[in-house]
Nanobody
Framework: VQLQASGGGLVQAGGSLRLSCAAS????????MGWFRQAPGKEREFVGA????????VYAEYVKGRFTISRDNAKNTVYLQMNSLKPEDTAVYYC??????????????????WGQGTQVTVSS
């Protein structure tokens, strides 16, 4: 599966952005999907994940209540809605795909497929 993330940009603190991750090559129902982010000089960290059906989600504590992951399997696309953005949310955001659909994983090495990333910059 090939993944293409988009929707990043520059936004003021308190603003919103919606990221998209479009898949091609295989249907997205074969995968649980995760969102990660990487700030300069830091490790790539978990943001959230959604099950292949969309029935389950899990979030990192630092985005819980502000970010929402959803998916439209008919469009082969996963979304990350980001509200109440903070300067510390500034990072490159990546989507990943995990073909093992048994549970939602939070470690980057557990995702075999990655998109190229999209930059999110939040100004104060």
């Amino acid at each position: 599966v090939q993944l293409q993330a988009s929707g990043g940009g520059l936004v003021q603190a308190g603003g919103s952005l919606r990221l998209s991750c479009a898949a091609s090559g295989r249907t997205l129902t074969n995968y649980n999907m995760g969102w990660f982010r990487q700030a300069p000089g830091k490790e790539r960290e978990f943001v959230g994940a959604i099950s292949w059906s969309g029935g389950s989600t899990v979030y990192a504590e630092y985005v819980k209540g502000r970010f929402t992951i959803s998916r439209d399997n008919a469009k082969n696309t996963v979304y990350l809605q980001m509200n109440s953005l903070k300067p510390e949310d500034t990072a490159v955001y990546y989507c990943g795909a995990d073909s093992r659909r048994d549970l939602l994983r939070k470690r980057r090495y557990e995702y075999a497929y990655w998109g190229q990333g999209t930059q999110v910059t939040v100004s104060s």
